[in-house]
C-alpha cells in the first residue's frame, strides 16, 4: 500500500495564505509515499476526521512555538509566532500519538513534539547556551554544516549504519528539557539535541536538522521520509 502522509503547512499571516516548501512532499513522493497538505483546522474534531485518513504525519519546519505553551514568557530574541499552527499541530500530535500514528518532526516539529510531550525549549540558544555553535547556517540550505553524534544504540546509528552525520541547521530554538517519553538519539557538539526518539511511541521520531533541503543532493538524507512511510505503510486508523 502506498500510504498517505499529511504535511502540516506554514502561514503567511498578514496575507492570509498556507503553503509548504514543495521539497517536503517531493521528499515524501520519492520515499514512496502520496503527500497530503494539511490545513490548519480549529475544530478538534476536524482535526481528528482528516488524520484519521492518514497513515503517517510529518510535522514540518516554521516559527517559533508561543512559549505559554511550555509555560515561560517571551525573552527578547523570541521570533515570530502562528498560534494557530501552534494549535494545530498540537491537536494533530495528541491524536497521532495516542493512535500510535507513525510520525516524523521536522526542525520546528522536534520542538512542537517535546512540548506536547511536557518538555520546554531554548526560546533563542545564542542567548542561553553559552559556547554555542552556529545554528543558523550561512551557506546554502543543501550544504552539509555540523556534526550530530548518535546514541550508539539509536534508531538514527542503525538507519546511517554511523555514529554520526553531518546535517544542514536552520534553527534558533531547541529542545532544552527534553520531555519524559523522549529519549536524546543525537547531538551537536554544543551539546544541543538535534535527534530524539521514543521507547513509548517507537513510530515517532524527529530531526533538528532539514533533511528535505539535502536529500536531492546526497540520497542518504531521505532515508527518514523512507522510514516513515515504511511504517506507515503497515498503520491505518
Ligand atoms: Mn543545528
Not at 498556507?18 to 494539511?38: D, E, M, R, S, T
Not at 552539509?144 to 544504540?153: A, E, I, K
Not at 529542545?175 to 538519539?185: E, S, V
Request: aromatic residues 10%; proline residues 6%.
Amino acid at each position: 500500500m502506498q500510504p498517505l502522509i499529511g504535511l502540516s503547512c506554514a502561514a503567511d499571516l498578514e496575507r492570509e495564505r498556507n503553503f509548504l516548501a514543495k521539497a517536503y512532499w517531493q521528499a515524501v513522493v520519492a520515499a514512496g509515499g502520496i503527500p497530503c497538505l494539511l490545513p490548519p483546522l480549529e475544530e478538534k474534531s476536524q482535526v481528528k476526521k482528516l488524520l484519521s485518513k492518514m497513515n503517517g504525519l510529518i510535522l514540518t519546519g516554521g516559527p517559533d512555538i508561543h512559549p505559554h505553551y511550555f509555560k515561560d514568557e517571551p525573552l527578547p530574541k523570541i521570533g515570530t509566532v502562528d498560534l494557530e499552527r501552534d494549535r494545530f499541530e498540537l491537536n494533530c500530535l495528541e491524536f497521532a500519538l495516542e493512535k500510535g500514528m507513525p510520525v516524523l518532526a521536522i526542525c520546528r516539529g522536534i520542538q512542537v513534539l517535546n512540548v506536547a510531550l511536557g518538555g520546554n525549549l531554548y526560546q533563542d540558544i545564542n542567548t542561553q547556551v553559552s559556547d554555542s555553535l552556529e545554528h543558523f547556517q550561512t551557506a546554502p540550505d543543501w550544504t552539509p554544516w555540523h556534526r550530530v553524534s548518535f546514541s550508539p544504540n539509536s534508531l538514527f546509528a542503525r538507519l546511517y549504519n554511523s555514529e554520526d552525520l553531518i546535517v544542514n541547521s536552520f534553527h534558533h530554538q531547541s529542545i532544552k528539557r527534553l520531555a519524559p517519553d523522549l529519549i536524546a538519539a543525537g547531538w551537536s557538539n554544543d551539546g544541543i539535541i538535534e535527534a530524539v526518539e521514543s521507547e513509548k511511541y517507537p513510530f515517532v521520531f524527529g530531526v533538528q536538522w532539514h533533511p528535505e533541503r539535502m536529500w536531492r543532493k546526497d540520497a542518504k538524507y531521505l532515508k527518514e521520509f523512507k522510514l516513515l512511510v515504511e511504517w506507515a505503510g503497515e498503520f491505518s486508523i
